[in-house]
């Protein structure tokens, strides 16, 4: 079985430049998670999705960063503009849905984005 | 709101001897409890959790947790380390009843020396 995918791994852009992350989960899996891992630091959520809808994205920064789950399956989550503090590694998960929060979350490897 | 402490932030083991990893919890209810290990430029894996039932939580790799409910915490077991097991690991809650979500603590890193 595949895992959850992303792209691109790493990202490098100056500040005020637009960027975007992509994720693509395990089949079947219809909840799907977004989360930022600052340095030194454990994964904070920014927004999840059940199949197309975003249930909670009280953590996302709706001024800049933006979220799509089209169809239900692959997501992709937007900065624009960017800035130095967005630099972080850029986590994707996702879940069967099923027995509510009581299943695991699988978690891809990553997106590094450095801001300069 | 939910909350995750590990306390240290590097724990060092020599082979062969046993290995904890300390996390304690804060919920306003029941907790759903989880173990993850990240290794680097990878993502997070999951190791255990707990749910409900027995409080000692056996995972992947060798790996057990203790859920105490007394002392609201959920520490990371292996009765013998290995080289490999170096990696940071983390520990997660969530509230059981309602739709809050996973908060993860700061994340131990662990070293096993030969």
């Known amino acids: 079985e595949a895992g959850v995918v992303q792209s691109p791994r790493y990202k490098i852009i100056e500040k005020k430049q637009p960027v975007a992350f992509w994720c693509n989960p395990i089949?079947?899996?219809?909840?799907l998670y977004w989360y930022r891992q600052n340095l030194g630091q454990g994964p904070e959520l920014l927004i999840r999705y059940e199949n197309e809808e975003a249930v909670d994205d009280s953590q996302l920064p709706k001024d800049r960063f933006s979220a799509e789950r089209l169809k239900g399956v692959d997501s992709t989550l937007k900065i624009q503009p960017a800035e130095l503090g967005d630099s972080a590694v850029y986590l994707c998960?996702?879940?069967?849905?099923?027995?509510?929060?009581?299943?695991?979350?699988?978690f891809g490897p990553g997106t590094r984005l450095t801001v300069l | 709101a939910q909350s995750v402490a590990q306390p240290e932030d590097q724990v060092n083991v020599a082979e062969g001897n046993p290995l904890t990893v300390k996390c304690t919890y804060s919920?306003?209810?029941?907790?759903?409890l989880f173990w993850y290990v990240q290794y680097p430029n990878r993502g997070l894996q999951f190791l255990l959790k707990y749910i409900t039932g027995d409080n000692l939580v056996k995972g992947s790799y060798g790996f057990e947790a203790e859920f105490n409910k007394s002392q609201t915490s959920f520490h990371l077991k292996k009765p013998s380390a290995l080289v490999s097991d170096s990696a940071l690991y983390f520990c997660?809650?969530?509230?059981?009843?309602?739709?809050?979500?996973?908060?993860f603590g700061k994340g131990t890193r662990l070293s096993v020396i030969a």
């Open positions: 919920v306003s209810g029941n907790p759903y």
């Open positions: 997660a809650v969530r509230e059981g009843s309602g739709n809050t979500p996973l908060v």
């Open positions: 998960a996702s879940s069967s849905g099923l027995a509510g929060g009581r299943v695991e979350q699988f």
């Open positions: 089949s079947g899996h219809n909840t």
